[in-house]
Nanobody, 120 residues
Framework: QVQLVESGGGLVQAGGSLRLSCAAS????????MGWYRQAAGKQRELIAA???????NYADSVKGRFTISRDSAKNTVYLQMNSLKPEDTAVFYC??????????????WGQGTQVTVSS
């Protein structure tokens, strides 16, 4: 079994910063892609940042230049540094990981979600 545990959410004023962390643990052979999604109230969950095992990154246009995704493969952890936060960034943030439990078997795992609230 694999678990993803997120931390770092909270309440911040507009223009402020937060850093989210997501640590994977359990029966992990290796982790391929990792990503951060968010879901605002009444909206669909959307991918906002992704990072490959080689360190290549992609961002949604809405966060490009403000958010930075990174990972520590030795710790099976992915981070999301969020700067210049806006009220419209308010959402529940989820991490996602493509986890190989054997050399061939892999599954998508999700964190439990962490609330980020940006006040104006």
């Amino acid at each position: 079994q694999v678990q993803l545990v997120e931390s770092g959410g909270g309440l911040v004023q507009a223009g402020g910063s937060l850093r989210l962390s997501c640590a994977a643990s359990g029966s992990i052979f290796r982790i391929s892609d990792m990503g951060w999604y968010r879901q605002a109230a009444g909206k669909q969950r959307e991918l906002i940042a992704a990072i490959t095992s080689g360190g290549n990154t992609n961002y949604a246009d809405s966060v490009k230049g403000r958010f930075t995704i990174s990972r520590d493969s030795a710790k099976n952890t992915v981070y999301l540094q969020m700067n210049s936060l806006k009220p419209e960034d308010t959402a529940v943030f989820y991490c996602n990981a493509d986890v190989y439990t054997t050399i061939r078997t892999h599954y998508q795992y999700w964190g439990q979600g962490t609330q980020v609230t940006v006040s104006s």
